[in-house]
């Protein structure tokens, strides 16, 4: 079985090749295999398969990844839609 | 430790303290340059497999908690490998359980009893929850090197390089699953590419149908609840008649829509058309739906095609809803998505099931 996949061109995951030194630690955090270290540089080369978790932003040590990650739970969600700072899953 | 992102420290954060031995798994004490801290040991308990057991079907699973601090597994030494885990008890107690014949250190950070990557993603299993339970441990004098080896779903909670700076330990990001550590620690702290995906196979999806049903129920019953009572009330004949009799149908679409949306869309999900939760939901319960009421023989019954359409909108809608509830347990879906299908889906499924409340009223009133 392939690797599942959710919607296409929706997430909100970018990288700024220009900031990135090539560590390669969002490759490592990543459960998705979404990054891969090319020419010294991070590059996307699953993007649609990313989760929003915000390992690889967490772990970038010069802040050249964003996303605006979060619990994408059900009730999460509707706290935020109705603007409550309620209980989550 | 005080960090930019910090919010508030909590009293006592970071003062030196162990965890308590009288604990029922604790099977004793190992010495170490800091004192006596708690042993514990690979083989779980029948209370611990219980315990296990309960919060499967989500019974007690807010206070499934161990005590936060460091541990020793066997008998370690001031050389011996540090594994970082949540104070959830279920975590916990695999992973001693994973790790039977080998002697390392276990440092338990305050997750307020929610597993690792839940928890990474509220931030309890946090950069700065982190760097208080190592220096509250006294870490740097328990073991002589400075390596910490960290589940790989820890990171979204937690700035690897952040740690290195502050507390001089390097973070290991270990293998997304647990089963892998032995591997892992015999290759030289080396995770292969398969052990860094997260996959969301048929069986990590069964154990989680329990508690998708317990829940399933915790919404539903109150639903049937209200069927059963306004058959009573409406429907023909005596209360406790009409109510079995016509608050049957919509009871059984009900539970219909909370074994499509609970059971059978997480164990068939990668096989159900659709990428949309909702939309996978909603089609089992199109399936389960037919097979239920033919079953049941209620379909052959001299019901009105009202009728039977407001029991359809009624599952069609749970089935939805839990459906795209499961979102939150899978591992693959984003914020985003999520956001983007619920506001999609709602209005279809509030919708659908005050059409289908309304229909079936109608129906019993003028059955």
Redesign the interface.
């Known amino acids: 079985?392939s690797?599942?996949?959710?919607?296409e061109d929706?997430?909100?995951l970018e990288c700024d090749r220009d900031k990135c030194i090539g560590c390669g630690?969002c490759a490592?955090?990543?459960?998705?295999?979404v990054f891969t270290v090319e020419d010294k540089k991070a590059l996307m080369i699953a993007r649609n398969?990313?989760?929003?978790?915000?390992?690889c932003m967490?772990?970038c040590?010069v802040g050249a990844i964003t996303v605006?990650?979060?619990?994408?739970?059900?009730?999460a969600?509707?706290n935020?839609?109705l603007g409550i700072d309620g209980p989550?899953? | 430790m005080i960090l930019p992102m910090a919010k508030e420290v909590p009293a006592g954060a970071g003062s030196f303290r162990l965890p308590s031995a009288d604990q029922c798994f604790v099977l004793g004490t190992v010495r170490s340059k800091v004192g006596q801290v708690p042993r514990v040991g690979s083989t779980l308990s029948r209370k611990d497999l219980r315990g296990h057991f309960l919060v499967r079907w989500n019974i007690g699973r807010d206070c499934f908690t161990v005590e936060p601090g460091l541990y020793a597994l066997g008998d370690p030494t001031v050389d011996s490998p540090v594994l970082v885990t949540a104070n959830y008890k279920l975590t916990f107690d695999l992973l001693r359980r994973t790790l039977l014949g080998r002697n390392v250190w276990i440092l338990v950070l305050d997750t307020k009893g929610i597993n690792v990557w839940c928890a990474a993603g509220k931030g309890t299993f946090g950069t700065e929850e982190m760097l208080d339970r190592i220096q509250a441990s006294r870490l740097d004098e328990v073991v002589s090197h400075r390596q910490l080896i960290v589940p790989q779903l820890g990171a979204p909670g937690l700035a690897a390089f952040e740690i290195k700076k502050h507390a001089g330990f390097s973070v290991i990001y270990g293998p997304v699953m647990m089963e892998d550590l032995p591997e892992f620690l015999d290759n030289g702290y080396q995770a292969s590419a398969k052990m860094r995906i997260k996959n969301f196979p048929f069986k990590e999806r069964l154990v989680l149908i329990p508690v998708e049903l317990m829940q399933g129920l915790q919404q539903g019953l109150p639903l049937i609840a209200f069927f059963m009572l306004l058959a009573g009330i409406v429907g023909d004949g005596p209360f406790v008649q009409a109510a079995l009799t016509q608050g049957r149908p919509p009871s059984l679409a009900v539970v219909a829509g909370i074994a499509a949306g609970n059971v059978i869309t997480p164990l068939l999900l990668p096989w159900i058309p659709g990428r949309a939760f909702s939309i996978k939901g909603a089609i089992s319960g199109l399936v389960i739906f037919f097979i239920v009421f033919a079953a049941s023989g209620i379909w052959a019954m001299d019901f009105s095609w009202p009728a039977r359409l407001s029991w359809l909108l009624i599952t069609l809608s749970i089935a939805s809803w839990f459906g795209m509830a499961f979102t939150g347990a899978s591992t693959f879906t984003s914020l985003n998505g999520v956001r983007k299908e619920m506001l999609r889906a709602m209005p279809a499924q509030f919708t659908g099931i005050v059409a289908g409340i309304i229909l079936w009223i109608v129906s019993v009133w003028s059955g």
């Open positions: 079985m690797e599942l996949c959710y919607f929706v997430v909100s630690m490592v955090v990543c459960p998705h295999g398969l990313c989760m929003e978790c915000g390992a967490q772990n040590p605006e990650a979060g619990e994408g739970c059900v009730r969600i509707i935020e839609l989550c899953c």
